[in-house]
């Protein structure tokens, strides 16, 4: 038997911070599957507008909302606005993040605090409100990291600590929804060439060495995953996680 050409058809998503790299190739696979998709951009308008267009060319409703995810209010207008525009909310993706890299003892509080307000604090509301939407049946699904498992390198230590509170937060989460068949998984992604993390940055030197798979990985790889958890051949899989990390974890 094949498989339905579009298997989110009719299911509407969420991707935060998806105007670029993982989060923008995410909205778009989950398109492609059928869902009708928001997302959330900070300052990439431009591209933000190009995408949902892209998206709008595949026949599927798209719209973009300016939201700072370092700000608390933004997660509650986001979601609003998702359920307003869309009818309805089925698939949150938790994507934006933001790394800060350096010595510990050398970075700031405000380094601190935005990667606390953003890859924590902000995950946390936008699912509590995506929460009084989401129906049974629903999916969500974070970005994570293959750091919140192990650091394979310096200069990432509060990143991976927010991470790795991901970790907690989706297996807490998937014992407290599974009675309503909501499903909480994470995504891990490794090196992906990305603006936050170029293929050609300066972490490339240390992290290529560590790779089974010398190369970095492409967002487009990502999205496939979560893609997968989204979809109906995902419904007995939750707390657990994927690792998209070309074996640096292995």
């Known amino acids: 038997m094949s498989k339905p050409p579009h298997p989110l058809a009719g299911k509407r998503a969420l991707v935060t911070g998806a105007a670029r790299g993982i989060g923008a190739a995410i909205a778009l696979k989950l398109a492609e599957d059928g869902a009708d998709v928001a997302i959330t951009y900070e300052k990439s308008a431009e591209k933000a507008e190009a995408l949902v267009a892209d998206i709008r ?11 700072d995810a370092a700000k608390p209010e933004s997660a509650k207008t986001a979601v609003e606005r998702t359920v307003a525009e869309l009818g309805g909310l089925d698939i949150l993706v938790n994507n934006a993040g933001v790394l800060v890299a350096g010595a510990f003892s050398e970075l700031s ?3 601190i605090d935005l990667q606390l307000n953003v890859n924590v604090r902000g995950v946390f509301l936008t699912t509590q409100v995506a929460l009084q939407h989401i129906p049974n049946g629903g999916r969500i699904i974070t970005i994570g990291s293959n750091a919140g498992l192990s650091v394979p390198f310096t200069g990432i230590a509060v990143y991976a600590a927010t991470k790795s509170a991901m970790e907690s937060f989706t297996r807490g989460l998937a014992r407290e929804l ?3 068949d909501i499903t909480v998984n994470l995504v891990r992604p490794g090196p992906i060439d990305t ?3 170029p293929a ?3 972490l ?3 992290v290529l060495p560590n790779l089974s798979i010398a190369r970095y990985g492409k967002p487009r790889e990502v999205a496939e995953a ?3 958890l989204a979809g109906p051949a995902a419904a007995y899989i939750t ?9 640096i974890s292995a």
């Not at 060319?57 to 939201?67: C, D, M, T, V």
């Not at 707390?239 to 074996?247: A, F, K, M, T, Y």
């Open 57 to 67: 060319s595949l026949g599927r409703n798209a719209f973009a909302i300016q939201a």
């Open 200 to 202: 050609d940055g300066p």
């Open 204 to 206: 490339a030197a240390s």
């Open 195 to 197: 603006d936050m993390n």
């Open 109 to 111: 509080q405000d380094d």
């Open 226 to 228: 979560v893609a997968f």
């Open 239 to 247: 707390g657990s996680g994927i690792l998209v990390d070309g074996g």
């Open 178 to 180: 599974g009675p309503r």
